[in-house]
């Protein structure tokens, strides 16, 4: 049985948390790991947190147009980045279980995302309800 979670090479990547979220820091959505289920705590914090780091490293560090923000790294765990259309999609990985995330499944989320939500997200006004039905998608691609 051919999963994108498992890879011929690797072994499986773990997927703790998957933060999607707007430049200014508002959370549309989030989904995390049962085993990190703590995190839900701190989803607001993670997704201004993101967010204050990524207008940071846009802001000071990268004067070059093009150059985003890809990781963060904290030791033991990584954020990978893709930010389109001024959207930031986190994904919180095991670094123990290192592997590149499939840029390929990655990529498919951010695209289905935009792509569902175009006016939700061009119109947003605070109401995040209109993302819960995203975990479909999400499962389509990755196992948390």
């Not at 499944?105 to 939700?120: D, P, R, T, W």
């Not at 947003?124 to 389509?140: N, Q, Y």
């Amino acid at each position: 049985m051919y999963s994108p979670y498992f890879s011929l090479q690797t072994q499986p990547r773990v997927v703790i948390a998957i933060f999607i979220l707007n430049s200014s820091g508002h959370l549309f959505y989030s989904k995390f790991n049962k085993e990190k289920s703590k995190l839900k705590n701190f989803k607001l914090e993670i997704s201004g947190f993101i967010s204050a780091i990524n207008t940071f490293s846009r802001e000071l560090i990268s004067q070059e147009p093009g150059v985003k923000l890809k990781k963060i790294n904290f030791g033991r765990q990584d954020f990978y980045l893709i930010i389109e259309q001024n959207v930031i999609f986190a994904y919180l990985i095991e670094v123990e279980k290192k592997e590149d995330i499939n840029k390929r499944y990655s990529s498919l989320v951010s695209e289905e995302f935009l792509s569902k939500f175009k006016n939700s997200i061009a119109n947003f006004k605070g109401d995040v309800s209109m993302f819960d039905d995203f975990d479909h998608e999400i499962e389509k691609y990755f196992i948390i």
